[in-house]
């Protein structure tokens, strides 16, 4: 934690010249030696999850630029080559292309698990604001990285994503072709794309120092939620390594096994099979979706009947993650000793889950059966158009009325005074796991 | 923590998978409407996490590709020494390289290439080598597309991933042509497919039970004996069109199997792996409170 004493003492003589000089050994040793809070469960795991993701990302990444070509008539050949005639070129492909999808789950995990155990309250709204920001990162990242391939759904994707931008008034129009490096997507968009996406993982490194930063000066949050007072420092924290490295090693090995049965096994059954169609700009698909991991947005794009609409409200949901910190008025962080906001909360799991289902059907099919009730303003009730319109609403509503309000109402659970309390006395069992 | 507790952790991250499996049917679009006959399934070997290739039947499946698909179908990212790499139809452990492969070397010689004479720099046609793309039937896309009413016929490069079902839509596709139904306009240069992708609601009288299917260009391709398989299996229509969707499968990913096979022995490492560092968390964090 921030004021965590420095316990390391430099032995050789090169580490005596270095810590006077770049004292970046101390640093490795403070950050093993960091107290942790005994008490964090499976939950806690995901940070270490979506740093291996990151890099991951990151080296696979590097080495399938050395083989790609970002032109729209190689594009698609140059990705199959090196599935072909790289050695090992399948397995770093795959492991790029599933990894994004295996980045995302573990993300959504990361943020349910800070959304339930208040981790952006005070004093770590700094923690939760740069995360958002690294998730705004990594949705754009994985669009441009989607494109790369140049396929069906790559292009109809971009079509689909960067029209939304001309339905801004006024200024839309020459930002699209600002963007797109000109008046339809083609080569000057690969190109640019091709930049960005080799651009942006590394904002998003940087981004993971601040929040690395921002989460030492303020401390880990813990399943209790309370913070741990000074005197209770050495009876409520352990040392970072070997505990946590343990656990999270253990995790992270259990998250691998995971990843490699897509890679290995089913590497395309996260993908669209029309991705394989190399991009036709004359050809529409029957159905554009975005990977599953876009779909609940997607489906909040396309509930609202204004275009311009929708996209507000696509970039409200995300958006509104950001201001979360201030939309919460509870003083008790841990949703534990919340069961009011708790039953809200399994609820925003489940709509989010449907808002995803929903994004990859046709607004118009039938949600149950086949029948028809009646048509409520502009598609019938028994629609996937209405099922996310009400998605869309609790989604906002789980925001902006219902976080407030509750705050305000609830009658909390009594919060134990330290985190060795419920941990000794064993009631601490219900989210433990 | 109890064993208990950890069970349940476990338990949990069970749940977790079991969510990401869930996430694989999600990722599925919706059928279009008319798409409802289910696939054919052609009981290939390849299926599965155990399963491999078999041989016999990718040769009987190059074999009706070179003589029938590749009249009118190019294969732009095959190339004949792709044919000799291990997993694929004519590998063979003696040789040097898959550039270095008898069969396929005498496979390729069978083609012409079109090419430029070193020295004059004029437009020949040579012999192909192992090195060759396979090559395409048309000079280019319009050609393609003016000798086949409008439509070039798609690349079979990668056909197997480029299709929900795989292979077995592929098969099920080339075993589909059934019977025009009762009362289907169809149009000149169009046939009905049962499992093409469409709907054929506007092509049939106002009140008919709609068919499943959809119009393709591609007249039936097979007859029976088309092909003379060197092995001495029967060429019927059917198992030319099994032969062939194997083939197809093993070209859109020539990996596949080996990638299967590595990831068995990967995921008995990380299995193995997890056993001994669950054993050490448990001793680190024995009769540590959390």
Known sequence: MSDHESTYVPKTGIEKWLDTRLPIIRFGADYMSLPTPRNLNYWWTFGGILALCLVIQIATGVILAMHYVPNTEMAFASVERIMRDVNGGDLIRYTHANGASMFFIAVYLHMLRGLYYGSYKAPREMIWIVGCLIFFLMIATAFLGYVLPWGQMSYWGAEVITNLIGAIPVVGEPVLIWLRGGPAIDNATLNRFFSLHYLLPFVIAGCVVLHLWALHAAGQNNPVGILIPKDRQAKDTVPFHPYFTVKDGFAIILFLMLFALFVFFMPNALGHADNYIPANPLVTPAHIVPEWYMLPFYAILRAIPDKFGGVMAMFGAIGVLFVLPWLDTSKVRSMRYRPTMRTFFILFVIVGLILGWCGAQLPDAPVIGTFKTFTLIDGDLNSYLWLTRFATAYYFAFFLIIMPLVGLRETPRTIPATISEPVLSGGDAEMKG | ?290
């Open chain 2, 1 to 290: 923590m109890t064993l208990q507790t950890n069970i349940r952790a476990m338990k949990k991250t069970l749940v977790l998978i079991a969510a990401a499996a869930g996430l694989t049917f999600a990722a599925q679009p919706a059928l279009a409407a008319g798409e409802a006959h289910a696939l054919r399934n052609g009981g290939f070997s390849f299926e599965g996490p155990f399963g491999s290739f078999d041989r016999n039947q990718l040769q009987r499946g190059y074999k009706v590709y070179r003589e029938v698909c590749a009249s009118c179908h190019s294969m732009d990212l095959m190339h004949f020494r792709t044919l000799a790499e291990p997993g694929g139809p004519f590998f063979d452990s003696h040789q040097a390289s898959p550039a270095e492969n008898r069969w396929v070397k005498a496979l390729a010689k069978e083609v012409q290439i079109a090419d430029i004479d070193t020295e004059t720099g004029e437009p020949v046609m040579r012999d192909g080598t192992a090195a060759d793309r396979f090559p395409n039937p048309y000079p280019n896309a319009t050609a393609a597309a003016a000798a086949n009413g409008g439509a070039a016929p798609p690349d079979l490069s990668v056909m197997a991933k480029a299709r929900h079902g795989g292979a077995n839509y592929i098969y099920s596709l080339l075993t589909g042509y059934a019977a025009v139904p009762q009362g289907l306009q169809i149009r000149p240069g169009q046939h009905y497919n049962m499992y093409m992708a469409g709907d054929l609601t506007p092509f049939m009288p106002e009140g008919a039970h709609v068919p499943p299917g959809g119009f393709i260009a591609m007249p039936a391709p097979l007859t029976a004996g088309q092909v003379t398989y060197d092995d001495d299996t029967v060429a019927s229509v059917d198992q030319m069109a099994k032969d062939v969707a194997a083939y197809i499968a093993w070209a859109s990913d020539p990996r596949q199997v080996q990638r299967k096979q590595t990831g068995v022995g990967v995921l008995i490492f990380l299995f193995i792996f997890a056993g001994i560092t669950y054993l050490s968390y448990r001793r680190i964090w024995k009769g540590v409170a959390h």
